[in-house]
């Protein structure tokens, strides 16, 4: 085994780290398909509020966000 | 603009059940459908203001309004693809607009608004009944400035462990116009983004999920804003007419760095509080090579008050500090490209958002958001939108 295959160091980290969370059946998890927990949005709004941030902060990148391009300046 | 991948399941339309189902995070271009042929059309308008009384900037009047519809379709056409087609148009009113069409003798002089059209296509494909494979292709003009985007990405539920990891990458080519300050053109230049991002979503317990992320992104080209000025001050000057309170000082070019390396990293946490109430806690935190950390944090409160009213609070702190290239003041004059602005969404601040949302309907569905956000410098923002739905 060499210490160098980053390929197998990289699988064990993803399962190891998978694997680490707990395991919930699948008759557990009707609380989670509620609309209150349903995380994603309209495409629509979720582009409106990334281009007003992307105008607003210096900061650009993150959850559903391409950082830079696609938009002018104002 | 963000387009990453769709979640495995139809947890958009919001069905209750569903327990084999992965539910998937929010890193969503495109909507999945369990059933051929279901699909929606949505419109959308939004609002965005941006009121200068005199901060910020003290040499520049800030002041934006956009207003933005967004008409989308989404539509499942077999069991294993379905596409989402958007298309996105800004009128926008700003005083460097104003600044700039005042200017005569110019190209741009007649310029009374900015006007900005694009559109998006996104297509996605199941693989198999774990992996999902997204794509997406769009374009936007405006009257100074071009970009074309490409990019796509790949998800896999890994089903014993509750998860699903997705890996993207994102370009956009840009060709911008040189229009600066004073109005005059400077040539074209072009600017290409990258973006590499890996997101985790994770059933954390029979209540609990999340998303979590990393992107990384490289930008080269021409990254300063064309349209802003530095002003380097001098008492002997005589007032300048350009510049706001008829201020003593003479305007220069921006000049930013010709490359920029981001990285952010982020995450949500969603718990169930009931099957009617939920809380949400978000975060981000965020470097680049130009010398701006960056942190957020967003709790949320999402309440469902009958079978389609749907409703939900959140606030938002974010904090920044300035670029390496940033100054409030300049008094002497610059070297030959050294690097300058006073661009305030690169100075040092913190600000503060509140806002809500409350969706409404069932097949035909609408919705309304307000946010307000109070920035540390006084630059403060409206903003909300109106939204319907149709779905079929």
């Given at each position: ?21 707990n395991t919930v059946e699948f008759y557990e998890k009707g609380d989670l398909g ?41 | ?80 693809f379905g596409y989402n087609i958007q298309l996105q148009y800004d009128n926008v ?58 990019g796509g990405g790949i998800s896999r539920a890994l089903e014993p462990q509750d ?230």
């Amino acid at each position: 085994m060499k210490i160098g295959n980053w390929k197998m160091w990289a699988c064990f980290a993803l399962v190891g780290a998978s694997a680490s969370c707990n395991t919930v059946e699948f008759y557990e998890k009707g609380d989670l398909g509620t609309p209150v927990m349903i995380m994603s949005q309209d495409t629509g709004l979720t582009h409106f509020e990334q281009k007003i941030m992307y105008s607003i902060e210096g900061a650009a990148g993150g959850v559903g966000a391409a950082a830079g391009g696609g938009c002018g300046c104002y | 603009m963000g387009f990453v991948l769709a979640p495995l399941a139809g947890a958009q339309d919001g069905q209750v059940g569903e327990p084999e189902t992965l539910f998937g995070g929010s890193n969503t271009f495109g909507e999945s459908h369990t059933d051929v042929g279901a699909g929606y059309w949505s419109v959308r308008l939004g609002f965005y203001d941006k009121d200068d009384q005199g901060v910020g900037n003290p040499f520049v009047d800030e002041s934006v309004t956009v207003i933005e519809p967004v008409i989308t379709f989404d539509y499942q056409a077999s069991e294993d693809f379905g596409y989402n087609i958007q298309l996105q148009y800004d009128n926008v009113s700003s005083a460097s607009i104003e600044r700039i069409a005042s200017v005569p003798g110019t190209e741009e002089s007649g310029a009374s608004g900015d006007n900005y059209v694009g559109i998006a296509a996104s297509f996605r494909h199941r693989l198999s009944e774990q992996t999902n494979l997204n794509w997406h292709a769009g374009a936007s003009f405006e009257y100074d400035y071009f970009s074309a985007g490409l990019g796509g990405g790949i998800s896999r539920a890994l089903e014993p462990q509750d998860a699903v990891i997705s890996a993207n990458l994102n370009a956009y080519f840009d060709s911008i116009d040189l229009i600066r300050w004073d109005g005059v053109s400077d040539g074209d230049d072009d600017r290409t983004s990258i973006t590499g991002s890996f997101s985790w979503y994770q059933v954390l317990s029979p209540t609990t999920h999340g998303e979590f992320g990393l992107s990384l992104t490289s930008q080269t080209g021409f990254l300063a804003t064309p349209i802003n000025a530095v002003v380097v001050e001098d008492p002997g000057d005589a007032p300048n007419p350009n510049l706001a309170n008829n201020a003593r000082g003479t305007e220069w070019d921006e000049v930013l760095p010709d490359s920029r390396t981001r990285i952010a990293l982020y995450g949500k946490v969603r718990r169930s509080i009931n099957d009617f109430r939920a809380m949400e806690l978000g975060g981000r935190v965020y470097t680049d090579d130009w010398g701006i950390t960056a942190f957020d944090l967003t709790p949320k409160y999402i309440q469902q008050f009958d079978n389609s009213v749907l409703w939900d609070v959140r606030y938002r702190y974010y904090t920044q500090s300035e670029a390496d290239a940033y100054s409030e003041s300049f008094t002497v004059d610059p070297i030959s490209g050294e690097e300058r602005t006073q661009d305030s969404e690169l100075a040092d601040f913190d600000s503060h958002l509140l806002g809500t949302h409350v969706q409404w309907g069932r097949h035909s569905q609408w919705d309304f958001g307000l946010d307000y956000l109070m920035r540390s410098d006084d630059l403060d923002h409206l903003f909300f939108s109106f939204g319907w739905k149709r779905s079929f």
